[in-house]
Every structure is written in structure tokens, then in C-alpha cells.
């Protein structure tokens, strides 16, 4: 029996953000080098997507490249580059015919010109469909995401096109990437590491998490579903006390 007949449809987030990691480690334990993790990591992805459309999910956030990640060895990050180009361009037809809209959060613009414009041509193909919305962060840091903001708040306030006092959370809220995406309800990172690594610091301050020893390559949609069945196992209690929960 699969775990989507347990979930219950009520409660279903209805935006899951996730950390993709372990490719490297995944590559490494077949003797293998890591981009040939990162190459099996699309097809988790695929599955990962269909699980989220079974459960009505509408928004999907993966985390695929970090400001950091440019750290990494040249070859890795021009095999990441590569691998994002083709796959988008390989998968855009598919994704269209499944309703999938297909956007990006991050700072894009240093991405190469060729990926650029495949995610373009994506977000232009797939922009009317009414299904899922993939988000892919790309480039992205939640800092960077933030001083963004801050310093075009601050531009707003020093032109007197709003007062100190119009700055709020729902203010912050509009200026980040995320604008007009519900904060998302559940966190999954993969591979057996607890921490954030700079991922929507703003959006998950009530996020439920779910951190899950798999690495990115073996996950699945039975996984993913099991996410969710912990997600709907725990009480939020946004500040309240559990009697003024189980109330409402
Ligand atoms: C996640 O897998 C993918 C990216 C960060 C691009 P990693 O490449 O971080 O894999 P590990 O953590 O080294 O195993
Ligand atoms: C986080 O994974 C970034 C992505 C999944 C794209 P990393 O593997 O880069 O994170 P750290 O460096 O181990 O925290
Ligand atoms: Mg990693």
C-alpha cells in the first residue's frame, strides 16, 4: 500500500521546500564521481514532482544551487551549469503537458547567459498552466535575498515613497523573491545534515521540518509522502498552547 492513501488531503501543505543534498556523497559511495550523483539526482527530482502533483501540493521549492556552491571545484560547477541547461531543455516539454509552471528565485542574472535563457524559455512556455509550481532556486541565498530587500526598502523609505512606519512583515514579505508564494509549511533536507545552509531563512520561521538520512539520489515519492505523514503528525501551535488548538 502506498503512504499517499494515508495523507490527509485536508491538511496537505501547500507549499513543501526542499534541500537537495547528498548527491556527492551518493556518487562516492558507488565509486563515482560526484557529478554522476548530481546526474541521478534529476530523476529523484521527477519523482519527487509527480508525488507533490498527487498530493494537490502547489508549490514545490528545491534548492539547486547555492551563492556558495560557486565555491566548489570549477569542473563540478560547470557540470552543475551543463547538467541544469539540458535538463531544463530536455524536460520542458513534459513539464508543460503536466500543467507544471516552471520559475526560479535567486539571483538568476549570474547564472551563464545560455541557462538564463532556458529557464526564460521555460517560465515563458509554462507561465498559463494552472498546475504546480516548480521553484527553483537557483543562485539563491537567503542573505543575499534579504539585503536585497532591505536595501531596497531602505531606497523607498530615503525617497520618501513610504514612511518607517509602513515597514512591516508584510512589507519585508513583498520585497523578497518569494513575493506572493505562501511561506512554506514543510522543510525536507536529505542526506542526515541539520541545518539550513542559507535557505529561506524569512519564509520557514514556522516552517514544520523533516530531515530524513536519505541521500538526494534514493529519494522517492513514497518518501516524500512520508514527509508529509510527519508533517501531519505534529501540532502548530504558532504561539498558542495545545488546548487552544485542539479548540479550534
Ligand atoms: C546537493 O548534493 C546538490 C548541490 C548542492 C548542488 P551535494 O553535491 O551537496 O552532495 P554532498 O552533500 O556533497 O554529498
Ligand atoms: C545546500 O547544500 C545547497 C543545495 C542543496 C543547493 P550544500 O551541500 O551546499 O550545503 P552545505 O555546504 O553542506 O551546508
Ligand atoms: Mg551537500
Not at 535538463?87 to 507544471?100: K, M
Not at 543575499?144 to 514579505?173: C, P, Q
Not at 520561521?205 to 539520489?217: C, D, M, V
Request: charged residues 25%.
Amino acid at each position: 500500500m502506498s503512504l499517499l492513501e494515508k495523507i490527509n488531503r485536508d491538511t496537505t501543505p501547500k507549499h513543501i521546500a526542499i534541500i537537495m543534498d547528498g548527491n556527492g556523497r551518493w556518487a562516492q559511495q558507488q565509486g563515482e564521481e560526484r557529478l554522476f550523483g548530481h546526474n541521478f539526482g534529476v530523476e529523484a527530482v521527477r519523482e519527487t514532482l509527480k508525488a507533490a502533483q498527487d498530493m494537490n501540493v502547489e508549490h514545490l521549492t528545491l534548492y539547486a544551487f547555492s551563492t556558495e556552491n560557486w565555491s566548489r571545484p570549477k569542473e563540478e560547477v560547470d557540470g552543475l551549469m551543463d547538467l541544469l541547461i539540458k535538463t531544463i531543455g530536455n524536460e520542458v516539454e513534459e513539464l508543460h503537458n503536466s500543467n507544471v509552471v516552471i520559475t526560479t528565485i535567486g539571483n538568476t542574472s549570474g547564472l551563464p547567459e545560455s541557462c538564463q535563457k532556458e529557464l526564460r524559455d521555460a517560465y515563458e512556455t509554462t507561465k498559463n498552466n494552472s498546475g504546480i509550481n516548480l521553484i527553483l532556486a537557483l543562485n539563491y541565498s537567503a542573505k543575499w535575498e534579504l539585503t536585497n530587500a532591505t536595501r531596497e526598502i531602505a531606497r523607498l523609505v530615503a525617497a520618501k515613497e513610504i514612511g518607517l512606519d509602513d515597514v512591516n512583515d508584510d512589507l519585508i514579505s513583498d520585497h523578497l523573491s518569494t513575493k506572493g508564494i505562501p511561506d512554506p509549511e514543510l522543510l525536507i533536507r536529505t542526506s542526515g545534515e541539520n541545518r539550513v545552509s542559507n535557505f529561506l531563512l524569512w519564509q520557514i520561521a514556522y516552517s514544520e521540518f523533516h530531515f530524513t538520512e536519505i541521500l538526494w539520489p534514493d529519494f522517492g515519492r513514497e518518501d516524500l509522502y512520508k514527509a508529509v505523514l510527519d508533517y501531519q503528525s505534529r501540532e502548530r501551535r504558532f504561539g498558542m498552547v495545545s488546548a487552544q488548538i485542539e479548540k479550534s
